[in-house]
């Protein structure tokens, strides 16, 4: 009796826990929606609309966009402005949850041409109770 209720107790354990680990899966940031957010960002970045850029920046990570941008115009003499084209997707890292953003994080690197410059660029995407946005973004000229 007591063997047949640790067998049944062991398998509401695994049932649970594959409930669980399903459930978590679905909290995740969607690759494709992610490719589009970043998308849109570029686009705000290209027209100089760096207001509207700014709302693609997660609410825990504000910045001056606009500074960012132009200081690395000037310091690497190139120019936004001639357009940001993904040339193609070189790295991705997906965590359904992080513990140091206390939420689901979304990281793509890409090989992106910026007018005549090629351009690696690294963006983070976090979701968490906080809101969803890029968390982080590194431009490697």
């Known amino acids: 009796m ?3 209720l640790k067998k049944l107790l062991v398998i509401l354990t695994v049932c649970c826990l594959c409930v669980c680990s399903f459930s978590s899966c679905s909290g995740g940031i969607d690759g494709d929606e992610a490719k589009e ?3 849109e960002f570029f686009d705000a970045i290209v027209a100089e609309d760096y207001e509207k850029a700014e709302t693609f ?3 825990e990570r504000p910045a001056d966009l606009e500074t960012f941008i132009v200081n690395i115009e000037k310091e690497d003499g190139i120019d936004f402005q001639a357009g940001i084209e993904i040339e193609r997707y070189t790295n991705f890292s997906i965590a ?3 513990s140091t953003v206390d939420g689901s994080t979304y990281g793509l690197t890409m090989d992106t041409n910026v007018g005549d410059a090629d351009v690696e660029i690294t963006v983070e995407i976090v979701q968490n109770d906080n809101g969803y946005g890029i968390y982080n973004l590194d431009i490697d000229t």
Do not use: V
Request: glycine share 8%; aromatic share 24%.
């Open 57 to 59: 920046l997660h609410p």
């Open 37 to 39: 957010f970043i998308g």
């Open 96 to 98: 359904y949850y992080d």
């Open 2 to 4: 007591i063997n047949a």
